[in-house]
């Protein structure tokens, strides 16, 4: 087995068990794969600032410009109210921030927006234990349909 087939069954690997982890996730997981994404694919972007290696960089950068204007687009103004427009500045921001970041191979740009995101992160994490957790409880008070 050659190195270039390794590397490409590999990466098949990754991809067909992230496109299951997919498959099989609720809205919260999915904003937090997305989230996930785009802090790894930051850090990513820095590893290729640190290397020099220009083509890795922008690769990195541009996925992660793609995610945050996925997350921006799935935001609901209609019902998610100010929480929605919060989010939609934050997001907008940090499009800024990644644009000066790849630009100008700033990582205190780079720090400031994983510590921005990683909160929001962590907040959709809580968010689906606690919305897991009441549905636990309506399960528990529903009649036994086999009673």
């Known amino acids: 087995m050659t190195y270039g087939y390794m590397r490409n069954a590999s990466a098949l690997y990754q991809e067909t068990s992230a496109r299951g982890s997919v498959e099989g996730a609720d809205r919260h997981q999915l904003t937090t794969m997305l989230f996930d994404g785009v802090i790894d694919r930051i850090n990513q972007a820095r590893g290729a600032i640190r290397r020099g290696d220009v083509p890795a960089k922008g690769t990195h950068f541009s996925r992660a410009h793609a995610i945050i204007s996925e997350l921006r687009g799935s935001l ?72």
Not at 115 to 136: C, E, H, M, N
Request: glycine residues 6%; charged residues 20%; negative net charge.
């Open 76 to 147: 609901d103004h209609a019902q998610g109210g100010p929480l929605a427009g919060r989010l939609d500045a934050l997001y907008d921001y940090v499009s800024r921030r990644l644009l000066h970041a790849q630009l100008n191979n700033d990582e205190r740009a780079i720090d400031e927006i994983v510590d921005l995101l990683t909160p929001v992160r962590d907040a959709w994490r809580q968010i689906r234990t606690q919305f897991l957790a009441t549905q636990g409880n309506a399960a528990s008070h529903q009649p036994n349909a086999a009673a």
